[in-house]
């Protein structure tokens, strides 16, 4: 190796540690961890990152311009060794800007015209309800929000790029990282990507991580690997999901998830009144003709 070589080998090993916040070193001295990889990316081009906000009519935020500036992406990944077989477990993950695609793609022209979507599940929801702390507004699924995928977690949901409160033809400056679960319930992660980004680290990319910040938490089997590689951090998260689960409400109103299909109550029918009424006249007259022939 030339001293060009050795010399661009350590740069690049000082840009991955700051890019991983030392992370790699970490997981490589725990038990039973194996095979950390770090997939090595060039940055991406000014060209491509105005190209991708003028696509979009969307400003791409500042810490989130350095990154892909620094690197077109990130992807770390590591294993656990069970009974002498590798099995991968953390995943890490943000898309390069070639994938930072819209959550929401245009209709199809061979779709149906009255196909549903992701559209008609939004509503409005009621105020928030007395004794709980007021959360942000979640996205919409129409044109008042634009939704860019960062990491598809592994098919356990979607951690998104958000831009609330859009118009039409305006170009969309403010932006929040969300988490949008397989219910498609949307839950608020962070309000900066930097915030996210260490977030992410924190929790090792372990399974089902953004389920912390969900009422009802990760699963059992997310819960135990959380308890065995972060068990400080979990044993925190479980208390506040807890106490959040308490008070955590189905708010489906089948009014509106059903509108439409709402079926119009039949009219009462008067015969039933009629026929009363005329068997008592029935009645009263057999009992006139019952008492004209006792005189």
Not at 76 to 100: A, F, H, Q, Y
Not at 123 to 150: K, N, Q, T, V
Not at 231 to 259: G, H, M
Request: aromatic share 10%.
């Amino acid at each position: 190796m030339t001293m060009d070589e050795t010399k661009d080998a350590f740069v690049f090993k000082g840009v991955t540690e700051r890019l991983t916040l030392g992370i790699t070193r970490i997981l490589e001295n725990m038990p039973g961890v194996v095979d950390v990889r770090y997939a090595e990316r060039d940055p991406a081009e000014k060209r491509t990152l105005l190209s991708w906000e003028q696509k979009n009519t969307c400003i791409l935020p500042e810490d989130m311009r350095d990154f892909y500036l620094t690197t077109d992406g990130f992807t770390l990944t590591w294993s656990v060794k069970l009974d002498d077989e590798c099995v991968p477990l953390g995943c890490m993950m943000i898309n390069g800007v070639g994938r930072l695609c819209p959550l929401l793609q245009p209709a199809s022209v061979f779709s149906l015209p009255n196909a549903p979507s992701l559209v008609d599940l939004d509503w409005e929801e009621s105020s928030s309800e007395s004794g709980l702390e007021p959360a942000p507004s979640a996205p919409h699924f129409d044109a008042r929000s634009r939704i860019y995928e960062l990491d598809s977690c592994g098919g356990n949901g979607k951690v998104c790029l958000v831009y609330k409160n859009c118009t039409p033809g305006v170009v969309a400056q403010h932006s929040e990282i969300w988490f949008l679960d397989r219910s498609l319930c949307w839950h608020f992660l962070t309000a900066t990507f930097t915030a996210y980004y260490r977030l992410m680290i924190t929790h090792l990319g372990l399974p089902e991580w953004q389920y912390a910040y969900t009422p009802y938490g990760p699963s059992p089997q997310a819960k135990q690997w959380a308890s065995l590689y972060q068990p400080l951090i979990f044993s925190n998260e479980v208390s506040q999901t807890d106490s959040a689960a308490d008070v955590f409400l189905n708010k489906l109103d089948p009014t509106k998830a059903f509108r439409g299909k709402a079926k119009v109550p039949p009219p009462k029918k008067k015969q039933s009144a009629q026929s009363n009424s005329g068997g008592a006249a029935k009645g009263q007259g057999s009992a006139g003709r019952h008492g004209g022939a006792k005189r």
